[in-house]
């Protein structure tokens, strides 16, 4: 019997939401199909690979640190990180602002952050917070105001502190929010409609619906991404078109798997190696589910993922 | 004189100062002069936001008078007022931003303009209400020590103060310290500068509401519902700032003043007061703002922490215990005038006069009122009461209603606990969790034994009785909405439990009246309104209006749904369900199991055997999940037959339901002692055939009955 296709059609779409400014900035959805399904119909925007640094400086993982070698500031490592084979956009991550961290000043955070988008210019910048809601409010408020201009996306706005984020990053400073939930389809869409009536642009939302790393619960979150997918387009379901942006590598870095030292788990190999497993694992899979953006550190799983995506779209 | 003539002539006198400067202005320096106000991107914005068009220099100040000069329209008519007091604003922002031309003229303390930088600040806390709102004291207060009374009492809710006039020279002698940051801003001197006040209002709806520049109709919208912002004029008045309030009154803002003879009074728009002690309180209410409360001011640490603590006789200061001496809490709902915000009285000795280790009786009555609140919240909020009194360390807190104990440790009592505390407790709790429907909420707590017992037995008796004559007249029949309760979906996809007043959810922890409150407090949260529409059949409970809100919220992945059948598209289940029932094929009925029974049942089948084919969301006809309140439901499995179908139930569970079981079968079917004919683990725990020989020699209803398959 000959192969008969019948492309699976859908009267909805996916929001387009674009980040950074000019010729370098990153569209993110406007698709109609399921996650990677070309052969449906058209992806124009293909998924998308960030770059993740942070506010501590270079992480002592071998690979990382060889890549950053040299830079003397966070802004020359965000310039470095725009410059890696694959990425689409840099992340920046503020989580020494978190109180029961580092618990840096948000002042200080804020001078890296404009040092940061005055070495990037018109280079797409995502900005995550602390991590803690409180500190969030405060800090990501400041922040907002420092990336005015630049079209960033503005990530961890949650159920919490969704009005401050909200308020600053998309109406005052015209900037993309964030809308960060824990794996579950009904708190996604909540966030994004309480987030919509504060007046927020729905066209200026992008959601983190939560990860996990492979193993760790992983099932929850393709099944949340699969659910939210369908709803959108074959519902049209409004509330859920805005396109999703999955931070891997802190989930992937930071189990047994990927942390074991290689004297201690001598049949698991180097630690470095199971660490970019973990995470190309989990891009891999995120895209396939529903993620339009993924967030990694390593400039081998940028690499690879990069060219995954260039492979299949 | 009438308000028509004082806002009129305010508006002209405030035009004729604005156009008097213009042409001075332009005789200076010429028609093309640019003007405009400090780092701003929005011009003259109070007029940028009404007109869509940018003044930036003389020339079109001039032009902007003409087009002021339409909107001040003279008939004797409410609209002419309100025109003209917008037309009042504009004029005066263009008398202002000509003072701005040889540089800022504010000196000194006056900041006049807001810059953009500062807008934005100011909005974000603005926008999400951590300031709860704007407030504009125009001209100087009777006296000093009132104008710093006044202005501290707003900055200690955390408002923005903006000040013009003498009130400026009041907080100066007071040495009050004034400025941005300290969110006390002083704008300037003249009348006028209430200009840069509109600016910000108008400033904030373009940037934070979207308003498009020119859009009157939005722009008067957003400020009436969103911008938060009342006006206190002290007297004597005169014609400019009356014309002024005029506009503050068009644009939703209500004006609070202490001249008593100027002006008639507008109700909630323009309320006249004496006493300047009250102005706070009456601002805040004519603009219907709710301070936020969220400190629970009480000498011990409060954190849910501290709920599941046990207090030993041996630690313990004092008991009260409802069992032994009259004890209880109530809630009441009352009307906004007939109590007072955050009053908190004890009435009886305070815990010093107990003796160490006595027992004692307490009753706490707590009085809300909201212009959303309904009497159905009232035993919702009485539900948290155990879990807040508990969140304080050193309190042990157990029942409700009139069935109540509570210890405090002598460790709390050394650390000051008091009465009156318990007041601070259910203040703060009620009103920051229950915000959206409480304005106001008044406690008092009882200590006096012969009050409590009296107000036992009058009052909160007599209140529990309304409320479950209330409960139980509640019918599927005699409401008009259902509600979708989707809380359990996060390990429950596609499942939707539809709550009606006779099937609450099945996990038995939310009723209607729960999933009716929730709705009301969190309007986007789990709980969804389904009205009765589109009748499909009554018997089954089916209605069309209901398959598409299963259809929706499971996210396509249920097509209908009865309310009142287990054969035919029952409701599906999550997996909390308090109990199961499964089709009995031998005795044609069905068995029921409860969550904490461990035995088999006559299905073959155990409570975890039964889950795994009932739950996940999936419709399993002949299988269902339920709350065990469910099963004296007059809609228990209605369309079958109703509960005469129980053939087998845990005799645990048979002792928890067989009152309401016996009086639902009595009226139903006029048996009595319905519960004794089913059948339990001590007839049988697997055998349908013994089971069926009991149910015989007891004539149960179920034998008689068509067959379920």
């Known amino acids: 019997m000959p192969f008969n296709q019948k492309p699976e059609k859908f009267a909805a779409k996916i929001n387009t939401v674009t980040i950074g400014n000019g010729d370098k900035a990153i569209a993110l959805g406007g698709e109609s199909v399921l996650p990677l399904y070309t052969f449906d119909g058209p992806i124009d925007n293909a998924p998308k690979v960030g770059v993740e640094i942070t506010d501590l400086g270079v992480e002592d993982i071998p690979g990382v640190k060889a890549y950053y070698e040299g830079c003397g500031s966070v802004a020359d490592m965000a310039k470095k990180a725009s410059e890696m084979e694959g990425a689409d956009f840099v992340v920046l991550s503020l989580k020494g602002g978190d109180p029961n961290g580092e618990d840096k000043p948000t002042e200080d955070l804020v001078a890296i952050v404009k040092e940061v988008v005055a070495a990037l210019g018109d280079y797409p910048l995502v900005v995550e917070g602390s991590g803690n809601v409180e500190k969030d409010n405060e800090l990501l408020t400041k922040v907002s105001e420092a990336c005015q201009g630049t079209n960033a996306l503005i990530m961890s706005a949650k159920e919490e502190n969704y009005k401050t984020v909200g308020a600053s990053a998309g109406l005052a400073y015209g900037l993309n929010v964030g809308a960060e939930s824990a794996v579950d389809i009904n708190l996604a869409k909540q966030l994004n409609v309480i987030t919509t009536k504060l007046g927020v642009n729905p066209e200026k939302i992008v959601m983190n619906i939560g990860n996990a790393a492979v193993g760790y619960g992983y099932e929850y979150v393709v099944s949340t991404m699969d659910r939210i997918r369908n709803a959108a387009l074959s519902q049209n379901d409004d509330t859920l078109q805005m396109p999703i942006i999955t931070p891997v590598s802190v989930d992937a870095w930071s189990v047994k798997e990927s942390m074991a030292s290689e004297e201690d788990m001598p049949e698991w190999g180097p630690a470095e190696e199971r660490g970019i497993g973990m995470e190309i694992m989990g891009a891999a899979a995120d895209l396939v589910s529903g993620s339009h953006a993924v967030i990694l550190k390593h400039p081998q799983s940028v690499a690879t993922i990069a060219k995954m995506i260039k492979e299949l779209v | ?709």
């Open chain 2, 1 to 709: 004189m009438l308000l028509f003539d004082i806002v009129f002539n305010g508006n002209d006198k405030m035009y004729a100062e604005a156009e008097e400067a213009v042409n001075a202005a332009i005789a200076k320096y010429g028609e093309e002069k640019a003007v405009g106000f400090p780092e701003t991107a929005y011009a003259l914005a109070a007029y940028y936001a009404e007109t869509g068009d940018k003044i930036t220099n003389l020339k079109e100040c001039k032009a902007g008078l003409e087009y002021i000069k339409t909107q001040m329209p003279r008939e004797r008519r409410l609209d002419s007022v309100f025109k003209s007091g917008v037309a009042t604003a504009l004029a005066a922002e263009i008398l202002e931003v000509t003072k701005y031309i040889e540089g800022d003229p504010y000196e000194g303390i006056s900041e006049g303009a807001m810059t953009d930088a500062q807008l934005r600040e100011l909005g974000v806390p603005l926008v999400v209400y951590d300031i709860p709102c704007v407030a504009l004291i125009i001209h100087a207060a009777p006296s000093v020590q009132e104008a710093v009374d006044l202005v501290k009492s707003y900055q200690s809710q955390g408002n923005f103060v903006c000040l013009v006039g003498g009130i400026i020279d009041q907080l100066k002698e007071a040495n009050y310290n004034m400025g941005f940051n300290v969110r006390v801003y002083p704008i300037g001197d003249n009348i006028s500068c209430a200009a840069h006040a509109v600016s910000v209002a108008s400033r904030v709806a373009m940037v934070f509401g979207n308003i498009t520049p020119g859009d009157k109709v939005g722009l008067q919208k957003y400020h009436f519902e969103r911008f938060r912002c009342f006006v206190n004029a002290f007297g004597p008045l005169d014609e400019k700032t009356v014309a002024c309030g005029a506009g503050a009154i068009y644009y939703g803002f209500p004006v609070i003043t202490n001249d008593m003879e100027y002006t008639p009074s507008v109700p909630k728009s323009l309320i006249k007061l004496a006493d300047v002690s009250k102005f706070n309180k009456a601002s805040l209410e004519a603009r219907n703002i709710k301070i936020k409360v969220t400190n629970v001011d009480i000498p011990v640490a409060f954190a849910t922490a501290f709920e599941g603590e046990i207090i030993r006789r041996g630690d313990m200061q004092v008991e009260f215990d409802g069992s032994r001496i009259d004890s209880f809490e109530l809630v009441q709902t009352k009307e906004l005038t007939e109590i007072e915000d955050h009053k908190i009285e004890v009435v009886g000795p305070e815990l010093d006069e107990f003796e160490q280790g006595s027992k004692n009786g307490i009753a706490f009555i707590v009085e809300v009122a909201g212009k959303k609140m309904q009497p159905d919240f009232e035993p919702v909020f009485e539900r948290k009461f155990h879990a807040w009194i508990n969140g304080a360390e050193g309190i042990m807190h157990t029942g409700q209603r009139d069935m109540i104990r509570i210890r405090v440790s002598k460790d709390a009592f050394e650390a000051g606990f008091r009465a009156k505390h318990f007041g601070e407790i259910l203040y703060a709790k009620i009103k920051g969790e229950f915000e959206a429907v409480v304005d106001k909420c008044q406690v008092t707590v009882y200590t006096d034994q012969a009050e409590c017992s009296r107000l036992r037995h009058e009052v909160a008796q007599a209140s529990f009785d309304k409320r479950d004559e209330r409960l139980s007249s509640l019918t599927d029949e005699n409401v008009d909405v259902f509600y979708t309760c989707i809380l359990c979906q996060a390990f429950s996809p596609s499942h939707v439990c539809i709550v009606t007043p006779e099937r609450l959810g099945l996990c038995g922890a939310v009723s209607w009246l729960d999933a009716k409150a929730t709705h009301e407090l969190e309007p986007d949260g789990a709980c969804q309104v389904v009205e009765k529409v589109g009748l499909i059949d009554e018997n089954l409970g089916a209605y069309e209006s209901f398959n598409e809100a299963v259809h929706k919220y499971s996210m396509g992945a249920l097509e209908r749904i009865t309310m009142y059948s287990i054969m035919v598209d029952p409701m599906t289940s999550c997996g909390c369900f308090e109990c199961i029932c499964g089709i009995e094929p031998f005795s044609n009925g069905v068995a029921i199991a409860n969550r904490e029974y461990a035995g088999m049942t006559p299905l073959g089948m155990t409570f975890p055997e039964l889950a795994s084919m009932t739950g996940g969301g999936v419709q399993t006809p002949g299988f269902m999940g339920h709350g065990k309140h469910f099963i004296g439901s007059k809609k228990f499995m209605a369309a079958e037959g109703g509960i005469q179908r129980i053939v087998w139930m845990p005799k645990e569970l048979k002792d928890v339901v067989a009152d309401r079981l016996n009086a639902t079968a009595k009226e139903l079917y006029g048996i009595d002692n319905f519960a004794d004919m089913i059948g339990d683990e001590t007839v049988t725990d697997s055998d349908p055939e013994a089971l069926f020989a009991f149910l015989t020699e007891k004539g149960h209803p179920a034998l008689g009955l068509d067959p379920l398959m």
